[in-house]
Every structure is written in structure tokens, then in C-alpha cells.
């Protein structure tokens, strides 16, 4: 049964969108049929991750409206052929996302994938709760910032009331993505330690991406950290949490680019 999994936040430039790559990308490259879908219409970033700009023909919202069918618009991976692209439009704004509309994209794409990753724009407006409406699994990503948490938390009430799976009376799965995370500024105080974030947020944790270059010198070369260096910190970090969004039991650590050392999180395990 193929899982809708929304990856959100409330404030922007926490990472969403390498996450979004990152792990569709990981969980690709792990054997699963996977779709990364951009909801950020009007902005459309998610094309330049993956390295797939130039080939953009039609997009989500030429799906949602009819102009083009669903294969028409999907983009294949050069480099895994089991991953694709749905990209956004530049040149539309947020209202030309229907609640029918996205609901027959995603039922149409759940027979075909086994994930349906959906990139979400930051913020609370309609881009946002389009794409977190019909998911059955969330990951809120956020930086260890107080107004980055703060805001996340906002999202993960929203997750519990204004999803599809909410208005049934469900719950749905929520995991907590850690992103830019440096242990030596957190013990100094200059961010917060993952133990404060997980008192303020309360829900499972993931996975922990260091603070690393590894991820813009990916983006800008248009590829996934995961596939552009799996073997780097922030890489080996987001393919441990693509293997607990699969449940498997894989022990939290915090990688790190130095040979040799990881920095264990007193044992804590992911949930």
C-alpha cells in the first residue's frame, strides 16, 4: 500500500526541500517506487535539487486542471529509474490547487508508487495544507532555533486537525527531522541541544543532519546529497531516516564528516 508522507515545517530555509530529495532519493535507491511531488507552485525548487529543471514540460497544476496527463507530467530520474519528479509551477499561484484536484493526482499515484513524498512550502497557507491533507505519515523538519520549533509546532497542530486522517478521528504518524545540527555550538548554548527540541515538540525523532557544506555543494550540483555523497555525514544521517520511515530499528547517532568519530545521543534510540 503505497504511504503519502508530507515533509513540513513552519518556517523556511529549514531544509524541506533537500530533505524532501534526500530521502525520496535514499528510499529509492533502497528498491521502493518513489514520487517527490513540489507543492511550492510559484516558486518551483524542488526541479533544481534534483537536477531536472530543463526538463520540465507540464507540471502539478496542468495535472490538477486537466491540461496534461499524469505521465506527461511526471519527470523519470537520470540516475534511478525508480525515482520521479511531479514539479510545480512558476507561473500559476496557490490557488489553482483544488482539494478534488490533489486528491486524484495522489490516488492516481498511490497505483503506481510506493511513496508519495510531498515537498511542502513553509508557512500555513494553502500550498501547505494541500500538501499535508491526504498524508498518512508527516516529517516536520526544523533547525534547533527557537523560532524555527516554535513554528514547527504550529504545523504539528495542524497535522492533528486539519488533515483528512484528523477529520476521521485518526492521528496521523509524525516524526521530527533535526536539520543543520552542530553538538559543539549546542553545548556552548549557541543553538538548542536535541533533547530541548524533543521536550518542546514531543514527537518521534527521526534522524539528526549535521551542519555540513556536503548539502549546498549537492543542491548545486542538482543532486540529493544521498546520491551525490552517500557516503558524507548529512548523507549517511538521511539514509538511516529513510530506514526508520520503513521501521527498521537503527540506532540514533549524529554523523559526522571526521573519519572515525560519531557522536552518540546517550543511547537514545529512534522511536
Not at 490538477?64 to 511526471?74: E, R, T
Not at 512558476?90 to 510506493?114: C, I, P, S
Not at 538548542?192 to 514531543?202: A, Q, T
Amino acid at each position: 500500500m503505497a504511504k503519502v508522507l508530507v515533509v513540513t515545517s513552519g518556517k523556511g530555509g529549514v531544509g524541506k526541500t533537500t530533505s524532501s530529495a534526500a530521502l525520496g532519493a535514499a528510499l529509492a535507491h533502497g528498491g521502493d517506487k518513489v514520487v517527490v511531488i513540489d507543492f511550492d507552485v510559484g516558486l518551483r525548487n524542488l526541479d533544481l535539487v534534483m537536477g531536472a529543471e530543463r526538463r520540465v514540460v507540464f507540471d502539478l497544476i496542468n495535472v490538477v486542471q486537466g491540461d496534461a496527463k499524469l505521465s506527461q507530467a511526471l519527470i523519470r530520474d537520470k540516475r534511478l529509474e525508480n525515482l520521479s519528479l511531479l514539479p510545480a509551477s512558476q507561473t500559476r499561484d496557490k490557488d489553482a490547487l483544488t482539494e478534488e484536484g490533489v486528491a486524484r493526482v495522489l490516488n492516481d499515484l498511490r497505483e503506481r508508487f510506493d511513496w508519495i513524498i510531498c515537498d511542502s512550502p513553509a508557512g500555513i497557507e494553502r500550498g501547505a495544507t494541500m500538501a499535508m491533507r491526504h498524508a498518512d505519515v508527516a516529517v516536520v523538519v526544523t533547525n534547533p532555533e527557537v523560532s524555527s520549533v516554535r513554528d514547527s509546532d504550529r504545523i504539528i497542530g495542524l497535522l492533528d486537525s486539519k488533515t483528512e486522517k484528523a477529520e476521521k478521528g485518526d492521528r496521523i504518524e509524525k516524526h521530527l527531522l533535526l536539520t543543520r545540527y552542530d553538538p559543539a555550538r549546542a553545548e556552548r548554548g549557541e543553538m538548542l541541544k536535541v533533547d530541548d527540541v524533543l521536550e518542546i515538540l514531543s514527537i518521534p525523532l527521526i534522524g539528526i543532519i549535521p551542519e555540513s557544506e556536503e548539502v549546498l555543494r549537492a543542491s548545486n550540483m542538482g543532486s540529493p546529497v544521498t546520491l551525490n555523497n552517500p557516503s558524507s555525514a548529512p548523507g549517511r544521517a538521511y539514509f538511516d531516516a529513510a530506514r526508520r520511515l520503513k521501521g527498521e530499528t537503527v540506532e540514533l547517532t549524529i554523523p559526522s564528516d571526521k573519519k572515525s568519530l560519531l557522536g552518540k545521543l546517550f543511547g537514545r534510540r529512534a522511536a
